[in-house]
């Protein structure tokens, strides 16, 4: 069966899942049956990859049990180490030593869906967090088992105390982020699992898709942009003349959502209690005020585009109150798409057929062959 082409594939529907509705008209998201404002807000982190992988929430036992595991699975192969210091001295991107050091995972261990699924939720913390104190001169900390895996995201990155209302903010942010239907990281995820290959390189070339700025590259430019306007009297002008230069602004418009993606609610309402007694307050005010002064230009200067406020601003923000450093954005994104990411390649190889759509041939045909080598080889 034929069917027309999409550009960039929009409004194809590629696969039938169990882990999140994206509803772009009326800006709702459903992570396995619940509303992502009900549930990001309180779950732990654990609680959500249970619900991803096997369809309900975990009971205290098998919580228990989970937390265990992945904690058990920190540590990462000598190699490995030895790579994210080359790749800290060479002054990599974050994403690039991820993807890098992801892609080592399988040595010294057993290869298995769950295994492999397992090891990486587990590890992204560890990498990271190594990455960035090599890069910034320090030695990588020893995993911890004694802590939950957002405490240990945070300890890994900074070392010392967490913080309850640090993890806090950092949970709430994974587990609004953790899946989002079949967004291009996902996608490239499950292209990769259904020709039953296997979730390292799965999950190697999903990290590959993140790191785009059309993806989960935004946050960070979007922050710059809120530095840069510094003044909410300036805003108006910043955003004018970065449209005249043909700029998109970073942290608003997306593909599926026509309405406010429901995730910025979420993590607003978070930045604010943070905010609220930790961060810069000037900073959380001058952000809304660039928001609004952002969607009042859009809206005039777009019309009918219904371009509205997406994930990555208030991820930015968010991430930013936390003392996560800007470098670091996307793979902190990275350490919570992996939930998503291992969950859709274990529904696709238990439910998925090979995907492989066509392409449209728009070149010449009926060329005749003449070598312009001298010898047959
Ligand atoms: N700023 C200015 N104009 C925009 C923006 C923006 N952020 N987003 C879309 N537009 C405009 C485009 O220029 C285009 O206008 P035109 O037809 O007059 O040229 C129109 O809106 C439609 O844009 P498309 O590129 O067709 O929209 P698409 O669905 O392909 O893109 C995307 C979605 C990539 C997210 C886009 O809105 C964008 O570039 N946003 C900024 C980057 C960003 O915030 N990315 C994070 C997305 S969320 C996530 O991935 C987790």
Known sequence: MRTEKQSGLEGVVAASTRLSRVDGEAGQLILAGYAVEEIAPRARFEEMVHLLWYGRLPDAGELKKLTADLSSRRGLPVPTL???????????????????????????????????????????????????????????????????????????????????????????????????????????????????????????????????????????????????????ERAEEVILSKLARGERLMGFGHRIYRARDPRADVLAAEAERFYATAGDRDLYALARGVERVALRVLAERKPGRRLDTNVEFYTALLLHGLGIPKELFTSTFAIARVAGWTAHCLEQLRDGRLIRPESEYIGPVGLRFESSAAGPN
């Open 82 to 232: 030895a790579l994210l210091r080359e790749a800290a001295q060479n002054s990599l991107p974050a994403m690039d030593a991820l993807r890098m050091a992801v892609g080592t995972l399988r040595l010294g261990r057993p290869e298995s869906p769950e295994e492999d699924a397992r090891t990486l939720i587990a590890s992204f913390p560890t990498i990271v967090g190594a990455f960035w104190r090599l890069r910034n001169s320090l030695e990588p900390l020893q995993p911890r088992r004694d802590l939950t895996h957002v405490e240990y995201c945070l300890y890994q990155i900074f070392g010392g105390e967490v913080g309850k209302q640090r993890a806090r903010g950092l949970a709430t942010y994974l587990n609004t982020v953790c899946d989002h239907g079949l967004n291009a990281s996902t996608f490239a995820a499950r292209v990769i699992v259904s020709t039953h290959s296997d979730l390292i390189s799965a999950v190697t070339g999903a990290i590959g898709a993140l790191k785009g700025p059309l993806h989960g590259g935004a946050p960070g430019p979007a922050l710059d942009m809120v530095f840069e306007i510094g003044t909410p």
